[in-house]
């Protein structure tokens, strides 16, 4: 196929690749109307935009229509909010600029400077880079823009919502006044318009995004779970769906060393992507997926804006994303290139109204379903086990040997079965859920309590959190105090104040006993002071707080405040002392009581005049 309107090489470079139209934002910004002027894009994530600010470029890069003429200083620079992104970007623009001979110079933070130095020096077309890593090689003399003739900004949202407005602002203000800009963006909030009337000169608004936001390749389902169970979910779903690729996204990076290590302990082959990783960390795990040495990759949202697999088919929100914007941009990794997806949000019960409310707001319709069952999940395997084992091999006659051989030793059925148990011995077990009934969740909260601590005594501590409570010093101080070991000690709920902690029953007097002997030896310095709590740590922040609508001091009796508002009586400091006089007072003796007494001074006006007397000739007698 042929693409006429675009120039030769890249028509040529799109169709090696296996194009055979173009998406509808690439066709866009190829229009004649759109021709040499400022762009603002706004494109669904996945559509393209990599691809189509590459062609809307060309007319600033390709001189003659076919190759990009050769200097010092670049003719187009991409700025992208990070580096997994920067680094996509370049990939996508060397095959399509590899037959017109442009030259690429990738400049990201965490990479080697000097080599990007070197590069720029060198002579490169076009530089893509990160906002900050970009301004620092222009303030050190190492990226000219004098001569540049386009500017795109991808993905500018992300890059405002980062902090990034400085950085910029400050390229921006370097490029030279005739470029041209062009804003690439799945949203365009507030921020970017105003960006955009500041940068830019009589712009065209593109939008390819209708009115339902929900990526038409994508179908979203939401799951209802304990909070408690969030990582055996995980696990369920990922066992269910056996994508070629899924991607897990947590909100911290704590939340991503944890389930990186509990799959990676499951046997899931499971990458890692957080803000604390390296750049030659990332490069790894983005190889490993490429490769498919790795299945599962958890990351945090620096990852959701710079992760072009065409293989993920997943995407799990393991934490509820923070916004509509996020949840798009998350889901955005999957159902890409008109390939088909999933997204699945993850939503403990607490949260079910916030995630409703943020899908009505991001008009995205999503089905509430239960997670797996292992039965679901077993059904699944024994359907994809057929298939696979079913589908025609190319056997050489080393193969059919052994199998025959093996024919002769054993029969077909003891084969087969060896050959399924190979099969299943490479897949994590599935988990055991709370079903999704107040009845089974209830019972399961019941069941799952320590054997041996179903019948307990709390005790009380009067240390907390404000004098630095932490369980790895209050464990082994209960122990000591009370001569019991680790394991008869229940659970630990520490306070401001006091710190609670549950003793079995059956040990609960001699644990009594042996606190009270023990207390002579405690630290001199600070002496804990713990002793049996009736109700646990519940029942005392009940009696501490004192009941909602009853008398709240303690004698039967409304509020004092209410009552004088009530008879507007004189208002006493209850010991006898000064009455301030109120409105009762003020009626009966007809005196502004209450308030202080006005001190007599002498005319306000002629002190003012006196005090000035310079500016009106002398002061002023009075009258």
């Known amino acids: 196929m042929t693409f006429s309107d675009l120039p030769p090489v890249l028509g040529d470079a799109l169709t090696e690749r296996g194009y055979e139209k173009l998406t509808a934002v690439q066709s866009a910004v190829v229009e004649s109307e759109a021709d040499g002027r400022d762009l603002i894009v706004s494109a669904q994530t996945g559509s393209g935009k990599t691809v189509a600010f590459g062609l809307a470029m060309g007319g600033q890069l390709l001189a003659d229509g076919e190759a990009v003429p050769y200097g010092i200083q670049p003719l187009a620079l991409v700025i992208a909010p990070t580096r997994e992104l920067a680094m996509q970007v370049s990939r996508e623009l060397r095959w399509l600029y590899a037959k017109a001979g442009a030259r690429i110079a990738t400049c990201v933070g965490g990479m080697d400077a000097s080599k990007e130095r070197r590069s720029l020096r060198g002579g490169a077309q076009i530089v893509v880079g990160t906002p900050g890593r970009l301004r620092d090689h222009l303030e050190r003399g190492a990226l000219d823009l004098s001569a540049l003739k386009a500017v795109v900004l991808d993905e500018a949202d992300e890059m405002l919502d980062m902090g990034f407005r400085e950085e910029l602002e400050a390229i921006l203000d370097g490029a030279p006044e005739g470029r041209r800009t062009l804003l690439f963006s799945a949203t365009m909030p507030k921020s970017i318009i105003a960006l955009a009337k500041r940068y830019q000169t009589d712009a065209l608004r593109i939008s390819t995004v209708g009115d339902d936001r929900g990526h038409g390749d994508i179908s979203y389902q939401a799951v209802t779970i304990p909070p408690s169970e969030i990582e055996s979910t995980v696990v369920n779903l990922l066992r269910f769906h056996e994508a070629e690729t899924a991607i897990l996204f947590c909100a911290t990076r704590d939340a991503v060393r944890r389930l990186h290590a509990t799959l990676q302990e499951r046997g899931f082959g499971v990458v890692a992507l957080s803000g604390e990783h390296s750049q030659q960390e990332r490069n790894q795990a983005m190889q490993a997926l490429r490769d498919r040495r790795a299945r599962v990759c958890v990351a945090t949202d620096v990852a959701a804006r710079g992760i072009d697999l065409p293989t993920v088919t997943l995407v799990i929100h393991v934490e509820v994303p923070r916004d509509a914007e996020a949840l798009q941009h998350r889901s955005g ?30 008009k995205i319709k999503a089905d509430w379903v239960n997670a797996p069952t292992p039965d679901a999940i077993r059904a699944q395997d024994r359907e994809r086990l057929m298939e696979t084992l079913l589908a025609p091999v190319d056997a050489d006659e080393e193969d059919l040997a052994l199998g025959r051989k093996l024919l002769e030793t054993r029969s077909a059925e003891e084969i087969a079965a060896a050959l399924v148990q190979a099969h299943r011995s490479k897949m994590p077990q599935p988990e055991e859920l709370i079903a999704n009934t107040p009845e089974a969740r209830r019972e399961a909260q019941q069941e799952r309590h320590r054997p041996g601590f179903e019948n307990t005594v709390w005790f009380r501590m009067d240390i907390g959190r404000r004098h630095n409570a932490d369980p790895r010093w209050l464990l082994p101080l209960v122990c000591r105090r009370g001569h019991i070991t680790r394991n008869e000690v229940g659970a630990i709920r520490i306070g401001g104040d006091e710190t609670f ?65 009530k008879d507007r009586g004189p208002k006493n400091d209850g010991d006898g002392g000064k009455v301030r006089p109120g409105k009762w007072d003020r009626e009966k003796s007809g005196k502004p009581a209450g308030k202080k007494p006005v001190k007599q001074r002498g005319p306000r006006v002629e002190r003012g005049k006196a005090k000035f007397k310079h500016r009106k000739g002398g002061a002023q007698k009075p009258d």
């Open 333 to 362: 990794r999957t159902g890409r290139a008109g390939k088909k997806g999933t997204a699945v949000i993850l939503v403990p019960y607490p949260r079910r109204r916030r995630v409703e409310s943020m899908l009505r707001n991001a």
């Open 501 to 565: 902690f549950q003793i079995p029953t059956n040990i609960a007097d001699k644990f009594d006993d042996a606190v009270k002997r023990t207390a002579k030896d405690d630290d001199k310095d600070r002496p804990v002071h713990i002793e049996r709590s009736e109700g646990g740590p519940r029942e005392q922040a009940r009696r501490n707080k004192g009941p909602r609508n009853g008398p709240r001091n303690g004698q039967g009796k409304k509020p004092y405040r209410k009552a004088q508002h």
